[in-house]
DNA sequence: GCCAACGTTGGC
DNA sequence: GCCAACGTTGGC
């Protein structure tokens, strides 16, 4: 078992949309990044623990708790040709980018960036490196003690 | 809107 | 393979 931050636009798709949908569950499709694409397709497992995180936003935060629901699988927005995630050198015999099904567990109170940048234990959180801008990061599973009790405590 | 940091592209 | 230019991310 293990344990990722996954960033969301919530204009895109907002924890609330997340558990909105059909099952709570979505593809999440659209990486273009290539680290971010091998943690889906190499190192996700169904039921790796998600802290669903709110990016470009008013109030970047987690908001939060999912899971990864599905193996990886091609991510179906590479091949729709007018699609802002198109991308021509992809095709369906050979794949670029792949999306996993996310779920939603259950929604918490907002915390902040700010505040996660002031819990002892996170510092070495590839969200609070300065510079850092990876939309799917591993999370220690001290990490995720850390977080999830500070959200239980209030 | 600004801008620092980063990833990708493409000429050489 | 180098590296400058460019585009994107994402907090503020």
Not at 85 to 107: C, H, L, N
Request: glycine residues 6%.
């Amino acid at each position: 078992m293990q344990y990722w931050l996954m960033k969301s636009e919530p204009d895109e798709l907002s924890f609330d949309a997340l558990m909105a949908a059909p099952a709570r569950t979505v593809p999440w499709f659209g990486v273009r990044n290539y680290q971010a694409r091998n943690f889906m397709r190499d190192a996700m497992r169904v039921g790796d623990g998600v802290l669903f995180y709110h990016s470009s936003c008013a109030q970047p935060g987690v908001a939060g708790l999912a899971e990864v629901a599905s193996a990886p699988y091609p991510d179906h927005s590479q091949f729709e040709a007018d699609g802002k995630y198109a991308d021509p050198k992809a095709t369906p015999e050979q794949p670029r980018w792949v999306s996993v099904d996310v779920r939603g567990v259950r929604r918490t109170r907002l915390l902040p960036l700010a505040e996660l940048r002031g819990i002892a234990g996170l510092e070495e959180m590839p969200l609070l490196q300065k510079g850092s801008r990876l939309s799917i990061t591993p999370v220690t599973p001290a990490q995720w003690q850390i977080i999830v009790a500070r959200l239980e405590a209030r």
